[in-house]
């Protein structure tokens, strides 16, 4: 504050003095000027009076100007004499502006600067009986000019008025500032200040106040922290940017068996195993990042993310959930879908088979049409839900192979091939913004993930409703969206969507038809290329379903791999 205060006082006191001189200059130019104008309209006045009586250039040779140049001028704008230089060397006058308002009002007047005199130049000029015009001039200083012929003086007079500036602002300074510095912030309402600072001790004295109840406040939120935390089924460890155990709660503790004497020290010395040795590589630690490990017999999510407080790095956070038996859950409906796809497929295939032959009139003409066109469609229907199951049933071992290359507007064109005469018997229409991407990956799978999504759309649309279908590369993630405007999902069913066999409530949907397995296929398939999946849906308003791809698992193609293929399932 105080050198704020030094600086202010002296650039004001400066500011007030250059202003002050600058002023003296000004008003010295414009009392200057004026008197300059003066002397030369007098002049050249009783110089026209003189050669109107005389008529006669001899008068005019007769006289002496002193500082005053003077002109004669013909009407036509020829000099035929002039006091400074020889007449036939200079150029006509007729353009002149003083010229011209003598020649029209009698009487001219003009200011012009010179650069070869670095000079102003004042003239005024008179109509004479004879019709001619006299032009008298004088030089006049500038105020710039003034200035540079003055600097030195000046320079000397400014460098004075610093100094004393200077002094002075110092002085005053240390007047105002030390009933300020003199404050016991301990105690500020007993020291003696000025009245205009009393308001600010008694805000010091209030926040004081307040900052231990703050601290107070601190303390409280830090106990209840650490019993909220110490309560989680969740495991949490905050670490310091020195990989540093700041907190760490009881679940956490039993996960790396350890104690609380843990805290401060790196979690590199206290876990050693190749998940934390992961977590910290170069690779690793600049980025958050989502890993399933199985430790001890048990499966958990390690979630792995940086602190950063308004783009400040704070450290990191690591929240360990126990996915055991989530696992175990997804275990058990894998062996189901495999039993399920095994025990069913062929009595199906007989059914199929039954059916062909009423349709050759094995049976009776008068049952053949209804009775092998029940069995056909429901033998299809069954046959399709098997190829779901099995379908699943390999997205959920995380088999890979068959991959090949296709380009993403290949791909759409085939989804919306197949299911095109099914929009247009309800008059649903198509749009379609695909970004051409080259791809490297399981083409059955993205196909039956477009085409899920594209065939719920339709499903659950409106007749001459719409459905979009857009693909986009956003950086790193391939983006998939596919929307409509149909029936909408209901909030409470949302989350329940992407199970397997779950259907909306009856009373919601006017659609049965289908496995039941579509969103739960296309789960699967997100799930296997590590990418996420969100769904957006308001009822009687539509659905939006975002898929988000990384393209490093979609990108990993042999060298020797050049042709685009679009096989279809």
Do not use: W
């Not at 068959?402 to 095109?420: H, I, K, N, P, Y």
């Amino acid at each position: 504050m105080k050198k704020r205060i030094f600086a202010a006082v002296l650039v004001t006191s400066l500011a007030v003095l250059i202003f002050g001189m600058l002023c003296v200059l000004l008003i010295s130019e414009v009392i200057v000027s004026s008197d300059i104008r003066e002397k030369l309209d007098y002049f050249t006045s009783d110089l026209a009076a003189g050669q109107n009586q005389s008529g006669e250039v001899p008068f005019i040779l007769n006289k002496k100007f002193g500082l005053f140049r003077v002109t004669l001028i013909h009407p036509d704008g020829t000099v035929y004499y002039d006091s400074f230089s020889k007449a036939d060397e200079l150029k006509n006058h007729l353009d002149r502006e003083e010229v011209q308002e003598a020649l029209q009002s009698g009487a001219g007047f003009s200011e012009r600067y010179s650069d070869s005199l670095d000079k102003r130049i004042i003239y005024r000029s008179l109509k004479l009986e004879s019709g001619d015009i006299l032009r008298c001039a004088v030089t006049s200083e500038t105020v710039l000019k003034q200035i540079s012929t003055l600097a030195y003086v000046m320079f000397g007079i400014v460098v004075f008025l610093v100094i004393i500036s200077a002094v002075l602002s110092r002085v005053l300074t240390e007047k105002i500032v030390r009933p300020v510095n003199q404050v016991d912030l301990n105690h500020p309402l007993e020291s003696e200040v000025y009245d205009e600072l009393s308001p600010l001790i008694g805000k010091i004295c209030e926040q004081q106040r307040q900052i231990v109840k703050q601290i107070e406040d601190i303390r409280q939120q830090s106990q209840e922290f650490m019993l909220i935390t110490e309560s989680m089924t969740e495991g949490l460890v905050i670490l310091n940017p020195n990989v540093e155990i700041v907190s760490i709660n009881r679940s956490a503790r039993e996960f790396l068996n350890v104690n609380q004497d843990c805290i401060g020290k790196s979690l590199l010395t206290v876990d050693r195993s190749s998940f934390v040795r992961d977590l910290f590589s170069k690779e690793s630690i600049q980025r958050s990042s989502r890993n399933t490990i199985e430790r001890d017999g048990r499966y958990y999510l390690i979630f792995f993310n940086r602190i950063v407080v308004d783009e400040l790095f704070k450290g990191y956070a690591l929240l360990l959930v126990d996915i055991t038996p989530n696992r175990l859950a997804e275990k058990q409906r894998q062996e189901f879908t495999a039993n399920v796809s095994h025990e069913l497929k062929t009595p199906l295939q007989s059914i199929i088979g039954s059916a062909e032959l009423l349709e050759r009139n094995i049976v009776k003409t008068v049952d053949i049409p209804s009775f092998a066109k029940m069995i056909r469609e429901k033998s299809l229907r069954l046959l399709s839900l098997i190829n779901d199951i099995i379908f699943l049933s390999r997205l959920d071992e995380g088999r890979r192979g068959g991959e090949t290359s296709f380009s993403s507007r290949a791909l759409s064109s085939d989804v919306v091939q197949m299911l095109e005469d099914r929009a247009t018997s309800r008059n649903i229409r198509f749009e379609k913004n695909i970004e051409d991407i080259e791809l490297f990956a399981v083409y059955q799978y993205l196909y039956a993930l477009i085409y899920n999504l594209c065939d719920n759309a339709i499903k659950y649309n409106q007749d001459g409703g719409r459905v979009d279908l857009e693909i986009a590369d956003k950086g790193d993630m391939l983006s998939i969206k596919v929307s409509d405007n149909g029936i909408g999902i209901p909030e409470d069913s949302q989350s329940r969507v992407f199970e397997r066999f779950f259907r909306v409530d009856k009373s919601h949907s006017v659609i049965t038809e289908g496995t039941g397995l579509g969103l739960s296929i296309v789960k699967r398939i997100v799930m296997f290329y590590e990418g996420e999946l969100k769904l957006t849906s308001k009822e009687g308003q539509g659905s939006e379903f975002t898929v988000l791809l990384p393209f490093k698992n979609l990108e990993n193609r042999p060298e020797s791999t050049q042709m685009i293929l679009s096989p279809k399932t």
